[in-house]
Each structure stands twice: as structure tokens, then as C-alpha cells.
């Protein structure tokens, strides 16, 4: 697989070619990209599952704290 890597490398024209395609690419006018509507590639749905994890984890966390310092009780 790696036989003739040094021979093609050396054979071929990248180089040359990428500068003919800066220089082409400089005279186009860059398109206008669409908005995503992920944020951190995620879906609503997602951000809603994660969002609702969060909520009731500081939930039972606030609650036991209240357990331990007293000011909760259960009977």
C-alpha cells in the first residue's frame, strides 16, 4: 500500500494545482452560509432531553440537601 507512496508524491501535481485554485477561488464571491439550527450539533429534541436531565438532577440534589441540614422533614 505504501510502496510508491514517495513516487506518487513526487509525480504529482498538488501543488501546483492548489495555487490555480486560490487564485480562482479569490474571484468568486464567497456564498452566504445557512444558519444552523443546531447549537453544540445538537437537536431541539436533544437540548430539551438534556435540559430536562439538569432540572431534576439540581432538583433531587436541592432536596437532599434540605434533607440533611434539617430543614425538610419527612414525618
Known amino acids: 500500500m505504501f510502496d510508491n507512496l514517495r513516487n506518487d508524491a513526487s509525480a504529482s501535481s498538488l501543488y501546483k494545482d492548489d495555487k490555480v485554485q486560490a487564485q480562482s477561488a479569490d ?3 464567497p456564498a452566504a452560509r445557512p444558519r444552523s439550527t443546531k447549537f453544540l450539533g445538537m437537536t ?21 440537601l434540605l434533607l440533611v441540614t434539617g430543614r425538610l422533614g419527612l414525618y
Open 27 to 29: 474571484r468568486i464571491a
Open 44 to 64: 431541539a429534541q436533544q437540548r430539551f432531553i438534556i435540559a430536562a436531565m439538569l432540572m431534576i438532577a439540581v432538583c433531587v440534589l436541592g432536596i437532599m
